[in-house]
């Protein structure tokens, strides 16, 4: 049996919505008072910004990253059942300017860094 937990998004025009997480003993959600910090770092750079969410997991930080105006985000998530549960946090969300990519991160990222070369 799959547990389901929520996750409240902070900031931006998502605030307080919620998105559901996969229990999963190999994923860790960021916990509020980090995505906080990191955000408010990042603050002036978020807007119209083009996003990587490598290790997705429960894909908040990107959803973070929407909510709060960045132009758009592409998730990378290796487990399946992960990557439809982000999708339906998509589609629940009604969030229009995202990729989600079923890969592992390493081999994506060693992908592109072949092709930049």
Do not use: Q, Y
């Amino acid at each position: 049996m799959m547990i389901k937990k929520k996750i409240r998004i902070i900031s931006g025009k998502l605030r307080h919505r919620n998105i559901i997480t996969i229990e999963n003993k190999k994923i860790k959600p960021t916990k509020n008072i980090i995505k906080e910090t990191v955000f408010n770092w990042l603050n002036n750079k978020i807007i119209n910004s083009k996003c990587l969410d490598c290790f997705a997991g429960s894909g908040s930080l990107g959803i973070e990253a929407i909510s709060r105006n960045a132009k758009s985000v592409t998730f990378l998530e290796k487990n399946k059942k992960i990557v439809e549960n982000i999708k339906n946090n998509i589609k629940k969300l009604k969030i229009k300017n995202v990729k989600l990519i079923h890969t592992d991160t390493i081999s994506w990222l060693k992908k592109k860094m072949k092709n930049m070369i």
